[in-house]
């Protein structure tokens, strides 16, 4: 089996564990790390007996691919770099900041052959794979994905940072345009906003209510999805997927549930993810996620803060001015 050289550009939280699963993985050899903080890079490093490197740009003669887990805003530049080099890349969610710089990277790595992958974990969850063939018709979708505040992805707001990911699924299950889009959101914690709503409504008159939050006292992940016949209840945490059907029973002739529960508590996500990038690496074939998943994903989250923000702006003017979020954030 081909050795497939890979490197990680930017070792932060996430990026130190796509280092961790590269550097374990067989057939697969971690070329480099590279992050802006040198004692970062060095320590990931010697966790996973590889290279460190300050200047990403250093990386890329080594390497066959790279994971891209930088700030969003550097994603465009640090991706161009990589399909210049002719490098496959996996870029962490969201795509870009914006779609022309999406549409960008999609024709540059078309019209080089090049893999662009992008990190939308959630899409790898054994549960969401094992829900697949259980869909028929979704009528109705209902999500939440709440969590406690962590000091770090704050450099986007919370529907750029979570509500992409549900977004991400709906678009993959409903083969329909998206029609409206009904939003609310607010800033709580930070001046972006923590927690929002979406009512997605499509032209098949399937209707998704998604609410996210990072400022919640408990952690929560989970899609409930209604359709003719059968109920799914989908938990990301648990990978656990729950379908509820109904049956002809002797009970006042009336039907009666059938509850069916599969959990897949020992699959790994981001290895699975990881994994999948490679073997199209080396393989050539199109990711799950792609590029133009990505950039779909993106376009209707960013319509999302659009609308968020002409909201908030509207509700600052009757209140004569903008609250100050600087104590609440570094208090």
């Known amino acids: 089996m081909k050795q497939i050289r890979v490197g990680v550009i930017g070792v932060g939280y996430l990026g130190r564990f796509h280092a961790q699963k590269y550097a374990a993985m067989e057939g697969v050899d971690l070329a480099g790390v590279a992050d802006v903080d040198a004692g970062r890079a060095e320590e990931v490093a010697r966790e996973c007996d590889t290279s460190a490197f300050t200047g990403y740009r250093q990386l890329l003669d080594r390497i066959d691919c790279a994971s891209i887990v ?33 549409d960008d990277l999609i024709a540059r790595a078309d019209a080089n052959d090049l893999i662009l992958q992008v990190g939308h974990l959630e899409r790898f969850n054994p549960a969401v794979l094992a829900m697949q063939p259980l869909l028929d018709h979704p009528l109705f979708i209902e999500a939440h994905r709440i969590s406690v505040f962590k000091n770090r992805g704050t450099d986007v707001d919370v529907i750029l940072d979570l509500m992409i990911h549900d977004i991400d699924i709906i678009l993959s299950i409903i083969d329909a345009p998206l029609e409206t889009i009904h939003t609310v959101g607010a800033p709580v914690i930070t001046p972006l906003t923590d927690i929002a709503n979406a009512r997605l409504i499509f032209e098949n008159g399937c209707t998704a209510n998604v609410t996210v939050s990072r400022i919640s006292m408990d952690n929560m992940r989970r899609m409930r999805i209604f359709q003719p016949g059968r109920y799914l209840s989908v938990d990301f945490s648990k990978k656990e997927v729950m379908s509820i059907t109904l049956r002809e029973g002797a009970r006042n002739g009336q039907p009666l549930p059938e509850i069916r529960k599969h959990g897949f508590a020992d699959q790994d996500v981001l290895e699975l993810e990881l994994a999948d990038f490679i073997t199209n690496v080396r393989q050539r074939t199109r990711p799950l996620v792609s590029g133009r998943e990505g950039r779909r994903a993106l376009r209707v989250a960013l319509e999302v803060v659009q609308q968020v923000n002409e909201n908030r702006a509207r509700i600052e003017k009757i209140l004569g001015g903008r609250p100050d979020f600087a104590g609440l954030h570094h208090g």
Do not use: S
Request: glycine content about 4%.
């Open 70 to 102: 930088v700030p969003t805003v550097h994603h465009h530049r640090v991706a161009l770099d990589c399909i210049e080099r002719g490098i496959d890349i996996l870029v962490e969610k969201p795509i870009t900041t914006t779609v022309e710089e999406a």
